[in-house]
């Protein structure tokens, strides 16, 4: 990644820092030339590639899977997580990378996140995370985002840097009908305790719901400030263990977030 985006160093969640070319050769079970472009392939599957290849039960309950089912087409990727903790000037960042888009969240003292549609974007040039024609699947990948983090016990966040968009003027480029949201549930996942902070450019009544995923009901609170922020702090003891939808109805307008508590 050196130059690229100004940087430098593979710490990023850009595809210059993260598309790490794998290459095996084992004649007894690979055809030479075999090509295989359309799967991911993870740091975490090197381990249970080797124990399958040696003939070795994984019984280790590793969370990666053997390359070698990748190639048979046992076994199916078309998205990852992506783990960075904190070095340097760097903070902590997460990223959900599927075929076609990327969803990547530092953990700032702003709400920073970006969204790059690799489709018609793959040197990630422009973030559309503030492009309201994005909305529903910058929603989608923030959903993703969290069920992903869950799945993988990942619910720690090392320091809180000081940080923010770098591009930040593309705010402007809203949707004038739309009211501008920050949306941000932390900690995500959460185990004692969570904070929720909704921000909106519209001052109206509110009203905050929190749903499992089988859409019932756990948790109700009107907010008649008509105010633009609403920050509240809420115990995870009355909510089981699992993945949950917060919804924001704000006005004429409902906001969604997922998160999960362990």
């Known amino acids: 990644i050196m130059g690229e985006h100004h940087l430098y160093q593979k710490q990023?969640?850009?595809e210059?820092?993260?598309r790490i070319?794998?290459?095996m050769r084992y004649p007894k079970l690979i055809n030479a030339g075999t090509h295989i472009n359309n799967q991911v392939a993870m740091n975490i599957d090197i381990a249970p590639t080797i124990l399958d290849f040696a003939g070795i039960e994984d019984t280790f309950g590793m969370q990666g899977i053997s390359l070698l089912k990748l190639y048979t087409g046992e076994e199916t990727r078309t998205e990852m997580l992506y783990e960075f903790h904190h070095h340097h000037c760097v903070p902590d960042l997460r990223a959900v990378r599927s075929m076609n888009a990327k969803y990547i969240q530092y953990y700032c003292s702003d709400t920073t996140e970006e969204y790059f549609d690799l489709?018609?974007?793959m040197d990630e040039v422009t973030n559309q995370i503030?492009?309201?024609?994005y909305s529903d699947s910058v929603q989608v990948y923030r959903d993703k985002?969290?069920?992903w983090r869950n799945y993988y016990g990942d619910n720690t966040w090392d320091s809180l840097y000081t940080c923010n968009l770098y591009n930040i003027q593309q705010r402007s480029t809203l949707d004038s009908t739309s009211p501008f949201v920050l949306f941000n549930i932390f900690p995500n996942p959460s185990s004692e305790?969570?904070?929720l902070h909704f921000i909106s450019s519209e001052a109206s009544t509110s009203t905050i719901h929190i749903f499992n995923t089988l859409g019932i009901l756990k948790y109700l609170e009107i907010i008649s400030t008509n105010g633009k922020e609403i920050t509240r702090g809420i115990s995870t003891c009355q909510f089981p263990s699992g993945n949950y939808f917060a919804v924001v109805h704000h006005g004429e307008n409902i906001f969604k977030k997922a998160f999960s508590i362990r």
């Open 12 to 14: 990023l969640a850009y």
């Open 193 to 195: 305790h969570f904070t």
């Open 16 to 18: 210059n820092s993260i």
């Open 21 to 23: 070319p794998i290459f």
């Open 119 to 121: 489709t018609s974007d």
């Open 130 to 133: 503030f492009n309201s024609g």
């Open 145 to 147: 985002m969290s069920f």
